[in-house]
């Protein structure tokens, strides 16, 4: 009884600090932002080919900010979330249009994270990045990894971008 108590309360604890760790991806233990869902859009895209994908880009406070005003390079403390779901024909909505025209996002596919610290991630432009499957990040390193190396060459293509693909859209 009362003897197990702080025994008991111990693990859990244990597990409740052990947690967020577990939930960060591989190399930059990036997390999935609390509340993310209820950010701002900053635009949308559509990904053809292999991916055929359509993508809500949305960021926190001050990437939102940093966007509006085109402050580059991005400040500490910015978040970027990418959304991305399967890009489908919704034959509902073509069924009332005069031709089929409608697509839609389909089953979502994943969550993409990217962090601006510019002494966390020195080494990697001063982003640090996560990709997320139902809610739980990709375990596999080499697909973390390869976040930094599209960025990296975003990066050499146009410097003043700092590393972000998205441009705002008003």
């Known amino acids: 009884g009362p003897a197990l108590a702080p025994l008991v309360f111990g693990v859990s ?19 999935l932002p609390e509340g993310y869902r209820d950010w701002k859009l900053i635009s949308v895209a559509h990904e ?17 900010k940093a966007f509006r005003a085109n402050k580059r390079p991005f400040p500490d403390a910015a978040v970027i979330v990418r959304l991305a779901w399967r890009f489908q024909s ?5 069924t009332v249009f005069p031709a089929p025209q409608s697509f839609v996002a389909g089953p979502p596919i ?19 990045y996560g990709q997320f499957e139902n809610g739980l990040p990709n375990p596999d390193a080499g697909l973390t990894r390869a976040c ?15 590393r972000v693909f998205t441009a705002y859209s008003h």
Not at 48 to 64: Q, S, T, Y
Not at 90 to 94: E, F, K, L, T, V
């Open 13 to 31: 604890a244990g597990f409740a600090m052990q947690r967020p760790k577990d939930l960060g991806s591989p190399v930059y233990g990036v997390t």
């Open 48 to 64: 053809a080919g292999k991916n055929n994908d359509i993508r809500a880009i949305l960021g926190n406070e001050i990437a939102v």
């Open 90 to 94: 919704s034959p509902r909505n073509d």
């Open 110 to 128: 994943n969550v993409q994270v990217s962090v601006k610290d510019s002494k966390r991630y020195a080494q990697s432009g001063g982003w640090g």
């Open 148 to 162: 930094l190396t599209c960025h990296a060459k975003l990066d050499a293509l146009d410097s003043s971008a700092d």
